[in-house]
């Protein structure tokens, strides 16, 4: 390499900037575009990790069912590794500020706020000096930032019967300051709760000293050991995985050190109301046996009454007959004497007779005697008379006596008989009330058995439940809201780096070609000369690579500097948008910008290489000698006369001019086409991404949301949710929904298996669209059996009637034959009847989710607070709210569409520039000769832009044509696994990209025809060289 | 006042920072019909006239009137009107479009003009009838140039202009382009200035010009110009 040859190597850079410059300018572009796009992830990670670091975010955030004790702190310290606890209060309670009531988030500012971990940073305002001052942690945009400083808030507990001051001391707070937490990175979300609309809107932060709870909340632990790596990549996931298990196992001991102390206490719970009723159970049946005994006394003693009766009774029994045979006795006794009396009147009186008849024949005197005899005999009578009169008397008397005697005892023994029966009826009584109260007794003995034999099966259940447990709920930063979607963005911006750039990088490598082999060509004559000196080939050759590859080099150096910084820059500006990720860092990537300049330059040195290989191996003379002009030939199309003749004369010219730089009409159409097509594809990525929300929530989710409801809700529960619907004016649908995995080629994709009852299956159509999108077939679950996504069926490469293969477990795999491959969106699901489900799994669906429809609301949050106070029900989840999320996205798409197209179209630019700038250049002489000849401005333009025009419009229509192509293969690319874009590429987009393109076309002819304007007309006089 | 009128046309070219008087003040005249001649070797001037007359370029000083009109006062667009209609113009490598076949490189120059020859005859004219369909390569040097003379004839211009019209053909055939100028004069009546460094060919013309450093040496006219067929070189 002699100076000489240095120098005209600079010469020759200096008298053909414009070429030098152009070469620059495109492999700037090229190269700036591909590094730029291509580090912007890196930079998206870089500048998080950063911001994670700096605010020392926790690599992982634990949540136990029992809080974390100074024990459970204790535990975690003494793991094996570097690292900074951070043990929490935090509450989901409601803020009421003025009117306006938000679900948010209470957490404790640990004292003097010095956070270990998830540092805050100041907004506006200051921090908290006295514990019932508080700062949030409020959106960006939220539109009362300015005014809420200095205003005094309530907090409320979550639940209705909660109390706040079962978690705080103190329940009125006044806002000092607005902060940012490294904790919540998106602006969009700050997590889910369990109370109100269950959403939390942001983040309050209060002094530690008010949460009068005994146990932490949380604990946030950061590892040293993770800080090397960057976040969102493999390899911090992989290490972080490493730790978690570690922790994971302690939480597990942990827990299972918990569990064993509830289970204790339950037990001897569950014992000390064992022994209590066994106390009982001994109590009731003393009771019951002494009751028994005195009534087996009273009978006892009724008994011996009743013989004492019956004795008695015997006894007056004799009495009365005694009585009633001295009756008897007496009776004839003075009926006897009566009789006799009767007898001796009667005799007295005959014998009366007899003395007056004697008397009258004897005289009285002779019988005196016989008188004396006869008064006698009446004295004696009337004696006679008198004794039976005092005998019947007497007898009367003592047989009243007697019977007065056996009367009393007789009242008395009636009394007592009286008395016995009225006993006997007592005792009965009490033998039922005894019968009765025993059943009572060993009825309630038996229901307090079952009770205690249900405690133990619900002791039972509690042992399995927290055997069951998983341990500590261990949320890695994934687990975190709003950070896995950041890394998700980068991860979609790097898909489209990964297709986007490079097609750009290959239209800029053979714009660049063209420009270099036309160089070769207008500089073959020098060529010759050295070669004629006696220069090497290799001098020669050097010559024009160090001029090619000088200008690529520079350029790719140019773009990497300016691309690596401006590309990342614009792609976080625009991510800012929706993360509160304030750092903005754009670092070289060394490896990158090392690969793009090698590749770049290599390319470009090929290039090179081939386009002199062929002028080398000519001979000097020949080289010296012009170039024959590229001979003029007939066209095909000349052979088809009615075509041909129909055009106009300049129309012919523009035809074969175009046949006749073939190459050039190549590239011409290929850089367009590329353009064009990179702008369709910047268009239909628009398109896709806008259609995702308009197409998922409007044609296929055709219900108005989901509630979470407890599957084990009874028919009552259910009637009173659904009372709560039709009181909207809605209807109900019972799913399960379940998250399971299935398998292809080693690879586990996640996806939603829902179930629903097959006679709901039929109207399950009304809330979800299974159609598929190609075929326009129209499915139902009862007829097609299970129905898959169409991104999971791509994802696993099945077709209808193919295998889908669930992994239960390492071992148990469920094969699932697809019966339908229905239009969706986002996420995967599997959709199949009750009874295909308990075919294949063996088991009946635990129906988690009630999808509703129909609900005519005004205010979702007034219908979701509703629900969340059924018991049962966990949460509600509106349609109309989920399409708002994905604006976002798309004006971050848009943003980044902006660049894709502005770039695509800056690049078409210079394609159109080069490639005309050629053209004209190399029809120098053509064009002046034409000046001669006296062709106006306007017709010199023509002849050679109606070309450009032509080629133009060729592009465009291939570029359309492989746009679609192009778009279908970026879109595939850049879609996350969860998500399918829109197929579909809107005809405003075909539109749009060919307006673009012929609009910068026209700008590039408007550029060129001043350039032509100034052709020298001398030129053409010129001998050709 | 003749057809053609140079008076004191000056002509400065600057290449960077140094200036090169191309004309010098150069007076001549040339009359309607005439076969004019302008001589001189390299960088005498010779092509500045030329381009001066053929509207390609404008004058510094001075004025240049072409049938009454003074062109060096034209606008941009009067020049280019002037060119279009007014001039017809032969160059040394022909300058036919190679990608139009030689009736439509005549035709491209036909088709701009209010009053032209068609092709076909104006090729018949040039004898080149047969050849009409042919690419300008395959066509041989001297039937090139007949299609230029051709193109160049065909919106009947005032004023033909040859630069070197036989500098890259051989003897034969640079005859039979001078005979076939020669002829055009005086057959269409066409005012024909050819500019050449061979002084050998000047015996034909009715008037020549001698150019030496950017300014008339030498004019004369030449009352009975030889036959072409009767010079030689």
Known sequence: MNKTIWKNTFREIKSSLSRYLSIFAITALGVGFFAGITASPYSMRYSADNYYERLNLADFRLVSIFGFDQDDVQSIKELNFDKIIYPAYYCDMFLHRGEQEDTVRVMSLPDGNDFPLNKIEIVAGRLPENPNECIVDMRWYSPDRDTIIGETITLSHGSKDGDVYDVLANDTYTIVGIIRTVLFPSDDTRGHTNIGAGVISYAVFIPEVNFTLDKYTEIFVLFDELREYLSYTDDYTNAAELIEEHLDELGKQRIAGHVDDIIEEAYDELNKAEQELADAKKEVEEELNDAKRELDEGKQELDKAKELLDEAWIEIEQGWEALYKAQAEYSSEIRNGEWELIFNREEMVQAELEYEAAVMMFGEEMLFQTRMELDYGWAMLLQGEEALEAARVEGRRELDNASALLDEPMTELKEGILEYEQGLADYEQGLLDYAEGEREAREKLAEADEEIAQAHADLAKLIDDLNDLPGWFIFNRDGFPGYSEYGENADRVASIARAFPLFFLIVAALVCSTTVSRMVEENRVQVGLFKALGYSSSTIIFKYMFYAVSAAVLGSIFGILVGMKLFPYVILYAYQMMYNIPDMLMPYDLRLAIISLTASGGLIAAVVYISIRKELSERPAQLMRPKAPKKGKRVFLEKIGFVWNRLSFSSKVTVRNIFRYKRRMLMTVIGIAGCTALMLTGFALRNSVGDIAELQFKKIILNDGWTYIDHEMNNEDKARLEAVFSEYGGELIYAMEKMMVCEKDNQHIKFIMAVVKDEQADKFGEYFTFTNRLTGEEYSLNENGAIITEKLAKLLDIDVGGEAVISRSETEKVRVIIGGITENYTMHYIRMTESKYYELFGEMPEYGVAFFNGVAVEDNDELAARLLNEELVFGTVFMSDFAGGFDDMINMLNLVIIILVSAAGTLSLIVLYNLTNINICERIREIATLKVLGFYDVEVDMYIFRENALLTLMGTGFGLFGGIYLSRFIIQTAEVNDVMFGREIHPLSFILAALVTIAFSTMVSAFMHFYLKKVNMAESLKSID | ?233
């Open chain 2, 1 to 233: 006042m003749g057809f053609i009128t140079l008076s004191d046309v000056r002509k400065t070219y600057k290449m960077g920072e140094v200036s090169i008087n191309a004309a010098d003040g150069i007076n001549f005249q040339i009359e309607k019909g005439e076969l004019a001649m302008i001589l001189g070797p390299s960088g005498s001037g010779k092509t500045t006239v030329l381009n001066l007359l053929g509207g390609i370029d404008v004058n510094d000083g001075g004025s240049i009137t072409v049938d009454g009109a003074n062109i060096s006062e034209f606008s941009r667009r009067e020049m280019i009107t002037y060119r279009r209609h007014d001039v017809g113009f032969v160059f040394q490598f022909y300058n036919l479009v190679q990608n139009l076949t030689a009736k439509e490189n005549v035709e491209l120059a036909a088709q701009t003009s209010r009053d032209y020859i068609p092709a076909d005859e104006i090729l018949e004219q040039v004898g080149l009838s047969d050849r009409a369909g042919n690419f300008p390569s395959q066509l041989s040097g001297g039937e090139q140039q007949r299609v230029a003379i051709a193109r160049a004839l065909a919106k009947k211009p005032k004023l033909l202009l040859c630069d070197e019209p036989t500098g890259a053909l051989d003897y034969d055939t640079g005859k039979m382009i001078l005979q076939l100028l020669w002829d055009t004069c005086k057959k269409a009546q066409t005012t024909i200035i050819i500019v050449t460094h061979n002084s050998a060919i000047a015996p034909m013309a009715d008037r020549v010009i001698k150019l030496k450093n950017s300014k008339v040496s030498r004019e004369l006219i030449n009352q009975r110009p030889t036959p072409v067929s009767e010079i030689e070189w």
